[in-house]
Each structure stands twice: as C-alpha cells, then as structure tokens.
C-alpha cells in the first residue's frame, strides 16, 4: 500500500503561482506515472498534467505553458509548479499514482481570487 500527501494549496490572486507537493509513503515514482487531477465545484474530475517513470511529461491544454509538472531524483515526491494563474484554476488539486495499482491522494484546495 502507499500513500500520497499533497500540500502546497492556498488562495492566490489571479496571475500569481503555487508549488504543490506529492510525498509518497515509498520510492515509486521512478516506476509508477504520477498524474493532477483536479476538481472545482460542481464539475467532474479532470486531468491536468502527468509524468511518466520514464520522465516523459503531458499536460491538459488548458494549463500547457503554464504549469510544469517534476519530481525529485529521490523519486518520493512529485511537484506541480502552477504559473499565471486563473480563477478557472480554482478546485482541489489530487495526485495520483497508477501502474500496477492506482492511488490517490487526500487532495489539496487551490483557490485564485481577487
């Protein structure tokens, strides 16, 4: 079993940026893709960007050129860096792992307001 912990959410005014974090509860992340999703209120789930073990990154249309996603050479912590942001950006932020299973974090709220 592993466990992800996302943290770095806030409220922030629109144009500003946020550093999310994923911490897994083990070293998986060079084996197992890491995606964000996110959620905003009264709308589905949606993908927002994902790396895969390989290193080899995608992102949703709608954040491309704004939100680079990373993780650490330790390969226990997985990064979203969110730039020029949108009040449209706003909802939870969830990490996910996925390859041989699927889990997911807690998620973590993101708020863009003035």
């Known amino acids: 079993q592993v466990q992800l912990v996302e943290s770095g959410g806030g409220l922030v005014q629109p144009g500003g940026s946020l550093r999310l974090s994923c911490a897994a509860s083990r070293n998986i992340f060079s084996i197992y893709d890491m995606d964000w999703y996110r959620q905003a209120p009264g709308k589905q789930r949606e993908f927002v960007a994902t790396?895969?073990?390989?290193?080899?990154?995608h992102y949703a249309d709608s954040v491309k050129g704004r939100f680079t996603i990373s993780r650490d050479n330790a390969k226990t912590t997985g990064y979203l860096e969110m730039n020029s942001l949108k009040p449209e950006d706003t909802g939870v932020y969830y990490c996910?792992?996925?390859?041989?299973?699927?889990?997911w974090g807690q998620g973590t709220q993101v708020t863009v307001s003035s």
């Open positions: 996910r792992a996925h390859r041989i299973n699927t889990y």
């Open positions: 790396i895969t073990g390989g290193g080899i990154t």
